[in-house]
T-cell receptor, first 117, second 113 residues
Framework: SQQGEEDPQALSIQEGENATMNCSYK?????LQWYRQNSGRGLVHLIL?????REKHSGRLRVTLDTSKKSSSLLITASRAADTASYFCATERPRDAGGTSYGKLTFGQGTILTVHP | DGGITQSPKYLFRKEGQNVTLSCEQN?????MYWYRQDPGQGLRLIYYSQIVNDFQKGDIAEGYSVSREKKESFPLTVTSAQKNPTAFYLC????????????FGPGTRLTVT
């Protein structure tokens, strides 16, 4: 089953507006990562936030993590048409006793963001 | 120019044939991964390798096989036992298995008819 669930599934905004995407997950995590995918291409890493961090910034991106609510949000400020893409959250679980979950990422289904010029 | 490459970009096969997808990285990363992505879906883990000569099944390993004989290479074979092989296949690598971002290749779109 999917560990991460993104909301909304699709988001359409005008250039210059902010875009907020949310991710919820079910079990404890080691870290949570956000990736971007342009249509038909590979994924590009955006930000990694560890379980003991609450907020991280990178350029126009801001990520928050609330482990008590098992949720994260990705904010893109002053969006551009070039930000049009699918955005995925991925969670890495803590290492279990058997080591079977070590390093494995579980991806959500993604949010499709369209930024109109 | 460091990175991760996948070939070919598009692959067409007849049902019942095995097919091998290539994945090479020159990032000196220990860990490598294979994912499958279906239309409108997220990524599902097929196999992963934390170190050379070792690999583990992911969530959907049935009908697939891998090898990791060299650090740089992690080929994926889609066998005839895979019931629904048509999909977009993504390879990724990371510096170590845990707590690092994954770097993705451009993907191979496999169509089986």
């Amino acid at each position: 089953s999917q560990q991460g669930e993104e909301d909304p599934q699709a988001l359409s905004i005008q250039e210059g507006e902010n875009a907020t995407m949310n991710c919820s997950y079910k079990t404890s995590i080691n870290n949570l990562q956000w990736y971007r995918q342009n249509s038909g291409r590979g994924l590009v890493h955006l930000i990694l936030i560890r379980s003991n961090e609450r907020e991280k910034h990178s350029g126009r991106l801001r990520v928050t993590l609330d482990t008590s609510k098992k949720s994260s949000s990705l904010l893109i400020t002053a969006s551009r048409a070039a930000d049009t893409a699918s955005y995925f959250c991925a969670t890495e679980r803590p290492r279990d006793a058997g080591g079977t979950s070590y390093g494995k990422l579980t991806f959500g289904q993604g949010t499709i963001l369209t930024v109109h010029p | 120019d460091g990175g991760i490459t996948q070939s070919p970009k598009y692959l067409f096969r007849k049902e019942g044939q095995n097919v091998t997808l290539s994945c090479e990285q020159n990032l000196n990363h220990d860990a490598m991964y294979w994912y499958r992505q279906d239309p409108g879906q997220g990524l599902r883990l097929i196999y992963y390798s934390q170190i050379v000569n070792d690999f583990q099944k992911g969530d959907i390993a049935e009908g697939y096989s891998v090898s990791r004989e060299k650090k740089e290479s992690f080929p994926l074979t889609v066998t005839s036992a895979q019931k629904n092989p048509t999909a977009f296949y993504l390879c990724a690598s990371s510096k170590t298995p845990s707590s690092y971002e994954q770097y993705f290749g451009p993907g191979t779109r496999l169509t089986v008819t």
